[in-house]
């Protein structure tokens, strides 16, 4: 697996549409104290351990290969009896997941990996993963990023959209193979064709793209 599909420390410490997740969280626990929450890919587990704080029941999606590494840090954590790891070969979810369906999954790296036909086809997985009325949190890297430079596929339609970073670009983020990255519009487009209900689209400082959408 491409590490990329990992969130990075600072990833999970900083990333606004994880602040907008624990916020639904919050919210959700005053109606229901049973709230399920899918992360993927499982990064650090600090995402898990913040839900399990709030009370909520976490699933983390990631490698097999790093469940010893994972199910220690929860165990580390004090959070055993609320996170629960499932293998799973990201960026696809677990599949047969006796969780699902979940109230929230975040869905934080992985989809620029797959042309955009693909990357549909997953959002829809997700969202069959989802409760009615759950919500669904994602992170793109953006069109308009640092990794949007001299990038071959920047004018192509996001339909059409799979090319390979700059020479530089691949170098510094280790990312050799082709890839689709987006803008906000093509987030939204995504979100929309899936069958999702848009919520809100936004774009960081840095250029990477974040959705929330609702199943209906």
């Known amino acids: ?16 549409i994880q602040q907008l997740a624990l916020e639904e969280c919050v919210k959700r626990q005053r109606f229901d104290n049973a709230v399920s ?7 650090g587990a600090k995402l898990a351990t913040r839900f399990a704080a709030l009370g ?4 983390l999606a990631d490698q097999a290969s790093r469940r010893q590494e994972i199910e220690g840090r929860v165990l580390a954590a004090g959070y055993p009896d609320h996170i629960r790891f499932a293998a799973t070969e990201l960026p696809a ?11 929230i999954i975040v869905f934080r790296h992985g ?3 797959l042309p955009y036909a693909r990357g549909k086809q997953l959002i829809q997985q997700l969202m069959q993963q989802l409760k009615i009325g759950g919500k669904l949190y994602l992170s793109i890297m953006g069109l308009h990023s640092e990794l949007g430079e001299d990038y071959a596929g920047r004018e192509q339609s996001i339909y059409e959209r799979w090319s390979k970073l700059s020479p530089s ?9 082709a890839v689709c990255l987006y803008s906000e519009r093509d987030l939204f487009l ?6 999702a209900s848009v919520l809100r689209t936004l774009t960081t400082t840095w250029g990477n793209v ?3 959408a609702v199943r209906v």
């Open 1 to 16: 697996m491409n590490k990329n599909l990992q969130a990075s420390p600072w990833a999970e410490e900083n990333d606004p």
């Open 37 to 43: 929450v899918l992360v993927m890919p499982a990064g």
């Open 56 to 59: 909520a029941q976490v699933t």
């Open 93 to 103: 979810p677990p599949t047969q997941d006796d969780a699902a369906p979940y109230d």
């Open 111 to 113: 989809l620029c990996h």
């Open 169 to 177: 670009m691949a170098r510094k983020y280790e990312m050799p193979d």
């Open 190 to 195: 995504l979100l929309l064709e899936s069958g």
């Open 210 to 212: 974040k959705g929330v």
